[in-house]
């Protein structure tokens, strides 16, 4: 079995979304993996850490927010949102979270794809050692700072 396709981690609680994804994902040559929740897509994400993930906002037993919130403390993977909602809010509450792209359902094929392989070719930019990779990675890191210690300078006696 070859273990360099992308994995994509779908966290989707609407059972024929998720078949379709996976379908479609697997026999483009990604390897999908599922959950059906907010605290199921957290396992699976510390677990198999994947090249993308796709959440769906609307999820049973938390915002698909809190999911991002999470994996941005620590994480620039990239995530698309996925949405049924028609708010405009939402899409641009999940963008300045975080979230790389959106996609509205319902949705095709050829769109879905084409998200697939736009976030991970950005994705994949970034982690090269252009200049375009390192300002990145500059950037990235100066939030990820900022985020994670917030506090002054330590005062160790
Ligand atoms: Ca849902």
């Not at 897509?41 to 809190?66: A, C, N, Q, R």
């Not at 994949?124 to 990820?144: E, K, P, V, Y």
Request: proline share 4%.
């Amino acid at each position: 079995m070859s273990n360099n396709k992308y994995k994509i981690l779908v966290i989707e609680d609407e059972a024929n979304i998720r078949n379709f994804m996976e379908t479609v994902l697997e026999s483009n040559n990604y390897q999908m993996i599922c959950a059906g929740s907010c605290a199921m897509g957290k396992t699976m994400f510390l677990s198999h850490t994947p090249d993308l993930v796709i959440l769906d906002l609307g999820l049973p037993d938390e915002d698909g927010l809190v999911f991002l919130e999470f994996v941005r403390r620590d994480s620039p993977v990239p995530v698309i949102v996925l949405s049924a909602r028609t708010d405009e809010q939402d899409k641009v509450t999940a963008l300045d979270m975080g979230a790389n792209d959106y996609i509205t359902k319902p949705f095709g094929t050829a769109e879905l794809l084409a998200r697939v392989r736009a976030a991970l070719r950005n994705c994949r930019l970034s982690t090269q050692t252009d200049t375009l990779g390192h300002l990145f990675t500059l950037i990235w890191q100066s939030i990820t700072i900022s985020v994670v210690s917030p506090c002054p300078a330590k005062t160790s006696a």
